[in-house]
């Protein structure tokens, strides 16, 4: 199951699956700001990945701010990068909108130092961290779209949903996405 656009050059795509199959060059892991490892999509990541990306974190990051992201190697997975984004606890506050494009839109940048071109996406807050999946996949879908709009280099952004109501909810929000001209 998947459903797409395209941006310029670039593709943006949701698929129902799991993360830690995805062959794309970075895959992004919704990690908590004490980089420590967690339950849902962080342990099935660190799971597949193996030790390594938790010993890389270690020696490099002494934790993450909330609405920003590190990266590691891939370690056992397809992916070569894992790109580490804190996404907020959902608070009902309006800062919760601007944390999560944040942790997304660092992500990308990440992308863009390092020459990746291809990056898979959990969706970010929306587990544990109780953000509403609907206005969740909004700030996801608008703020990666646009990213995409100015940054060519990027040529596929995938967001990987676990479960079908997650997924139906991000095809409902990439129908709705407005593109500006
Ligand atoms: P957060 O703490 O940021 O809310 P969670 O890991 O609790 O992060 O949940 C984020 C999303 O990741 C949820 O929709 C959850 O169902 C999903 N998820 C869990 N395991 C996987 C996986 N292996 N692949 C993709 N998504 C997953």
């Known amino acids: 199951m998947a459903a797409k656009i395209n941006i310029g050059k670039s593709t943006l795509e949701v698929v129902q699956s799991d993360i830690t199959l995805q062959d794309t060059e970075a895959v992004g892991n919704a ?9 849902g ?13 938790m010993a890389e974190l270690k020696a490099r990051y002494k934790g993450c701010p909330t609405g920003s992201a590190v990266m590691t190697g891939g370690g056992n997975l397809k992916a070569k990068y894992v790109i580490h984004a804190v996404g907020p ?44 999946v609907e206005e969740a996949s909004r700030i996801a879908l608008n703020t990666v779209a646009n990213y995409l709009e100015r940054h060519q280099d990027i040529k ?3 967001f990987v949903l676990f479960d ?18």
């Open 31 to 39: 990690a908590n700001s004490a980089l420590a490892g967690g339950g």
């Open 41 to 53: 999509v962080d342990g099935a990541i660190h799971r597949a990945g193996g030790p390594s990306l």
């Open 89 to 132: 606890r959902y608070s009902g506050s309006p800062k919760d909108a601007a944390l999560l494009g944040a942790a997304y839109r660092e992500s990308l940048e990440l992308c863009s130092q390092q020459n990746i071109s291809s990056i898979a996406f959990p969706s970010i807050s929306t587990g544990v961290y109780g953000y509403p």
């Open 156 to 158: 596929l952004i995938r």
């Open 164 to 181: 079908s109501r997650t997924y139906q909810t991000y095809v409902a929000a990439l129908k709705e996405l407005v593109l500006p001209e």
